[in-house]
Each structure stands twice: as structure tokens, then as C-alpha cells.
């Protein structure tokens, strides 16, 4: 059997993908940068020692007061399990004051060459 993350041989994973929104919950204004955004990830992160990629994007939603877009992040992870994910989704949630982070999940082959 090959050991997990041997050089160029797939091995099965999760892919985890956090979407989260950069416009705060109360006021729908960006209040922080997406190096703001860049600094609370690395920081949560590092404590945990958890290995991501980070994206920048922009999106679109309806919610309650109608349609909105928004600078949006997406963080993705490879190698947590679901309880850490979901940890690591609500700590970013909370620090960016923001309706939700939506969480995706994918069976994925990986390898490195």
C-alpha cells in the first residue's frame, strides 16, 4: 500500500471549500480589506497549523433585504476532517461578522510530483 502523500502516486481525500462573504452582517458594507480578511485566516491557521489556499472572487446573493454582491473569499482545504471544517467556518464567520460560510465537500485523487 502506498503511504499518503507519497511523490506521484494519487491517494483519495476530501477537498473542503469555505465561501465566505466579505460584507458585515449589520451594516452590508465591506468593512474589512481582503488582506484584513487574509490576516484573521493566517492567524487561525497557524494556530492550528492547517494547510489552505486562498482565493478571491466576487459573487451575488438574495437574502432577506433582496440581492446583494460582494468581494468573496474561498478557502480551500485538504486534510481536515468534517468537525474541523465546520470549526474552522463558524471561528471565520464570527470574526468577519457575516451572515454564513457556505461549505462544500468533495471526494477528490491528489498527488504530489
Known amino acids: 500500500m502506498r503511504q499518503l502523500g507519497e511523490k ?4 483519495a481525500g476530501i477537498k473542503y471549500e469555505l465561501y465566505i462573504g466579505i460584507k458585515d ?15 484573521i485566516l493566517n492567524e487561525i ?3 492550528k ?3 489552505f489556499t486562498m482565493l ?3 459573487g451575488g446573493y438574495t437574502h432577506g433585504k433582496g440581492y446583494i454582491t460582494e468581494t468573496s473569499l474561498r478557502v ?4 481536515l476532517d468534517e468537525e474541523e471544517v ?3 467556518g463558524e471561528r471565520l464567520k464570527k470574526k468577519v461578522n457575516t451572515d454564513a460560510v457556505m461549505i ?3 471526494e477528490i485523487e491528489y498527488c504530489y510530483t
Request: aromatic share 8%; with cysteine; glycine share 6%.
Open 86 to 88: 465546520t470549526l474552522l
Open 25 to 39: 452582517k449589520d451594516s452590508y458594507l465591506e468593512v474589512l480589506s481582503v488582506d484584513d480578511f487574509r490576516d
Open 49 to 51: 497549523q492547517i494547510s
Open 104 to 106: 462544500t465537500k468533495t
Open 76 to 79: 480551500v482545504v485538504i486534510g
Open 45 to 47: 491557521c497557524s494556530e
Open 8 to 11: 506521484g502516486h494519487f491517494n
Open 56 to 58: 478571491t472572487q466576487h
